[in-house]
């Protein structure tokens, strides 16, 4: 069973996903969150992670630089004996020594089939629309040094209307997110992931 650290700024749409396939779906068994951390003290993810009774923190990033927050972070994910960090709308950008440390074993997802469409949130699904792509998804992949550009897990596709503004279309990919993140994470736990430089090969 491997141990999961979870980091967060907002709602923490995607934990219960996670915390529900573990519980009775396809993580069970498989694995365990030991750690919610967010940067932001009234988050979506703490309320969340309160409610799941997962221990939770939040570290104060003001005053502090980027590469000592990140220490704070891995000593809190070491003494919990974290394997796999899962980042849920985490808003903050690691410090390379950190990704490195963890490398292969910082998973993100992103709300666009990439490598088209980076950025955050509502600005990507803005983009989708603005270019007249007829589909969008999202991407789970592991995190680099750069932004939105490491080895790509998996990616989930789904339609784009006509009719769709912003929250229409975030809503219907953050569905896909909830499909994937818990599907990549059992990968992960089943030892299925091979990455060979910039490609995740799935393992049968």
């Not at 949130?121 to 803005?126: A, C, I, R, T």
């Not at 989930?156 to 209307?161: D, E, F, G």
């Not at 809503?171 to 060979?196: D, F, M, T």
């Amino acid at each position: 069973m491997i141990k999961i650290g979870v980091l967060g700024s907002g709602k923490g749409s995607d934990l219960p996903s996670i915390v529900g396939s573990i519980e009775k779906g396809e993580l069970k068994g498989l694995a365990e969150i030991v750690a919610v951390i967010s940067d932001k003290e009234d988050s979506g993810i703490l309320h969340r992670a309160k409610k799941y009774e997962i221990e939770n923190y939040y570290l104060n990033p003001s005053g502090i630089e980027r590469i000592d927050y990140d220490k704070k972070i891995a000593e809190i994910f070491e003494n919990k004996g974290v394997q796999l960090i899962t980042l849920v709308g985490y808003m903050k950008l690691l410090s390379k020594d950190f990704v490195e440390n963890y490398r292969n074993r910082i998973m993100n997802i992103h709300p666009s089939l990439l490598p088209s469409f980076p950025g955050i949130d509502l600005g990507v699904h803005k983009q989708v629309l603005d270019s007249g792509c007829k589909v969008s998804g999202c991407t789970l992949f592991f995190v680099d040094e750069r932004k939105d550009t490491g080895p790509i897990i998996m990616q989930k596709a789904v339609p784009v209307y006509d009719n769709d503004d912003v929250e229409k279309l975030k809503e219907r990919v953050q569905w896909a997110e909830q499909k994937v993140y818990p599907q990549g994470i059992r990968l992960y736990a089943l030892g299925r992931l091979k990455i060979e430089g910039k490609k995740v090969i799935i393992i049968k």
